[in-house]
């Protein structure tokens, strides 16, 4: 069965801190695929990356980073200096690929807050 | 991306009520999804939403609970049947690409209070 892990409940930083938050995952399939959202206080989910699992490159889009490694089952996201607008919550999930439908299995989310 | 509305954006309700939360997609889209969020929790699936078909629910959501309805590739309804407080929630509908392993993107939300 698909399992998504955030051991990591509430992280709390100062402005300008690097921060990493951890993805821990479980699934038996070969392919599947990991994504980052992220939950402001708003409350909508915005979409941050997706990666599949024959990808094992990192990637950098600005201040993000994510460091995905199969032999760990890790999909970890750094931000890089941070700011007062990253403060969300921010959730990991995994879809296993075949049977149409993706279904997408969330971690316990982790709640970022950046201090000023 | 697709943009994506829900209605009502919020709602208070009593007990042993039912609700209708309506979500529109911006662009015609095959598979729907409903998704549930309890305060400070994660995101569980409801169900999957084909049109033309009946929803497929995930385990421990029944049809008489959370019933679905998907007239088009635009639209679908979830009703919150006999609430209970446990029934508070957000509820969050969904859309994907259509390809194997696609970004699924976000509805606002329907923040639920049952009393």
């Known amino acids: 069965a698909q399992k998504v892990t955030q051991a990591q409940t509430e992280i709390s930083v100062v402005e300008k801190e690097d921060v990493t938050l951890d993805c821990v995952y479980e699934?038996?399939?070969?392919?599947?695929?990991l994504f980052w959202y992220k939950q402001p206080p708003s409350g909508e989910l915005v979409f941050l990356i997706r990666?599949?699992?024959?990808?094992?490159q990192n990637e950098i889009s600005g201040r993000y980073s994510w460091n995905f490694q199969k032999s760990t089952s890790s999909f970890n996201f750094t931000i890089t200096a941070s700011q007062v607008v990253d403060s969300a919550v921010y959730f990991c999930?995994?879809?296993?690929?075949?049977?149409?439908?993706?279904?997408?299995?969330f971690g316990q989310g982790t709640r970022l807050t950046i201090n000023p | 991306s697709a943009v994506i509305s829900q209605k009502p954006s919020r709602d208070i309700c009593q007990r042993g009520t039912s609700l209708t939360i309506q979500c529109q997609v911006d662009?015609?889209?095959?598979?729907m999804f409903w998704y549930r969020q309890q305060p400070g929790q994660s995101l569980t699936l409801i169900a999957t939403?084909?049109?033309?078909?009946?929803?497929?629910?995930e385990s421990g959501f029944v049809i008489d609970k959370f019933p679905i309805s998907r007239p088009n590739l635009t639209f679908s309804t979830l009703t919150v049947s006999n609430m209970s407080p446990e029934d508070s929630s957000i509820y969050l509908c969904?859309?994907?690409?259509?390809?194997?392993?696609?970004?699924?993107?976000f509805g606002p939300g329907t923040r639920l209070t049952v009393l």
């Open positions: 699934t038996r399939d070969t392919t599947y695929y």
């Open positions: 990666r599949n699992s024959f990808d094992e």
């Open positions: 662009s015609q889209v095959t598979m």
């Open positions: 999930a995994l879809s296993e690929a075949g049977q149409g439908a993706q279904k997408l299995v």
């Open positions: 939403a084909n049109q033309g078909s009946e929803a497929t629910y």
């Open positions: 969904s859309v994907d690409r259509g390809q194997p392993g696609g970004e699924q993107f």
